[in-house]
């Protein structure tokens, strides 16, 4: 294993009642490079990106992060370990403000338990500020987030995740439910984000515009494997890749 | 002082006094306080979006607790009894949340139910220990080694209650506002969430679980004190779901409608078995419709309505929280 390869996945196996997610899976994620994963629905990604949590457990092969093995552990231990996740339905906690949601983040993070201390008071209010200002929410801070538009929605799910501090963050669909005329937006936003928190990150993305901007790296997978993986320009040149994705996508 | 601040004061000091110029009223209250303490257990869990309908299981073990307590030393110690009563709840609360806190809902509701039905039966079939539903009786106990006549004891007992429950909101309250307790809420919004942000769910249910049952054990201590008597009905379903009751009458998810909704509660019921002796379960049960239906919020929400109102001010996104006063969605 080369020293920059953050996750490793070797021969991941899985299928659900004969639908095949993953068939002999293995792949690299490299530090600091930005992996965009795109396929037809049901190619699998979004279990990859759950086996790669510990949410879902393979039925064969095994996950290495940072060198050690994580394959049998739980969300929360993947979680510790440094890999977040933002999701494609954003899951924030509804009846807290925006700024809450990032203040109980950071206390997980710190393990902030002193029973009589206030969440508004611990001493990353003025990081979790700043990071809500680096997702261009700062100025909805004390709403509650399911007042919120999904785009702010979108962006305060990732800031969340951010907030953990990861070295690694999975981001599923980063721009689905975003409005066609912000989501070029969103992800200015998230990357100047993601490059100032010096997280290396891998979306599942369906706009092949998107991923042709902002991914250092493109992955595609289809039925439950990775067909090919090279530069944007390299994969989304492939005749195989406009026939059977870009085609099914536009 | 703003208004909204003032009214509680002012409600407090009129329920410290009330037993000087009305001395019938100071067991009631006393009684209702040591039930607004348990209350206060299931408005915590409520927080986390969970309702036990077992709770009065904490309740028994506290009460229970003091009664052997006193039992075994002729009398016993009022402070002994708080410790020990209020140490087994906390012990069985553990024991019975490490296995309830892996439900949820209606599951977790009825699991606390089976719960506290074993305890039932019991204190009902051990009569030999137990005294079975005859209970036992609980003497006077002394008061930090002191004796005491029984009117001295009686208003002891009274304001010793009301500093104890003052003290204890206090206490939850800040508890609902620090992480740890803010975590305890996102149980009841998203779990999921929780879990990746590398927290345990279970853990953190477990620790609110925990204190709930340490609350109803104090209420338990304090009732089985100002009885003199423990009976297997502090265990029996239906003083669970007087808990419930009450904590939805006060204003579910309130630190003070626990108080309010039990002193209220206790009040009319006293009187209510006085004057209406058949139907004041009815009159109740119409009460907590009426409640539900127009004011989900509880007493103490109607009575944010009213101070919203008198200080002309819209609530805040923050008190939208129940779908009540839609628009606020963009």
Redesign the interface.
Known sequence: MTPDVLLETKGLEINFGGVIAADNVSVEIHAGKNLAIIGPNGAGKTTFLNICTGYTKPNKGSVYFCGREVTQKSPRQITRMGVARAFQIPQLFSEHTALENLLIAAAAREQRWAPFMKLGHIPERDEMMHLLELVNCAHVSDRLVNELPEGQRKLIDIAVALALRPKLLLLDEPTSGVASSEKFGVMDILTRALAEAKVTSVFVEHDMGIVEKYADEVAVWAAGAVQLRGTPQEVLEHPDVIRDVIGEEL | MSLRIAVPILLLAIVALLPLVAPWSQVVLTLALAKGLAVLGIVLLLHAGQVSFGHALFFAVAAYSAAFLGEAFAGGELVMMIVLGLGASLFFGLMVGLFVVRYRHIFFGMLNLAFSMIFYSILEKFYHVTGGADGMQVARPTVVGIEMERAGFETLLFYGSLVLCVAVAW?IH??L???????F??I???E??L??????ARQTLLVGYVVSAGLCGLGGVLMAVAQGIVTPEYAWWIRSGELVFIAILGGAGSVAGAFVGAIIYEAVRVNAAAFAADVWQMVLGFFLLAIILFASRGLVGLYERLMDRLENKKPT??E??DGRVPG???
Do not use: D, H, V
């Open positions: 206490c800040r508890f506002s620090s992480p740890i307790g803010n975590m809420k996102t009841k919004t998203n999921t969430r879990e990746y942000l590398g927290i345990s996104s923050k939208t929280q606020a969605a963009e």
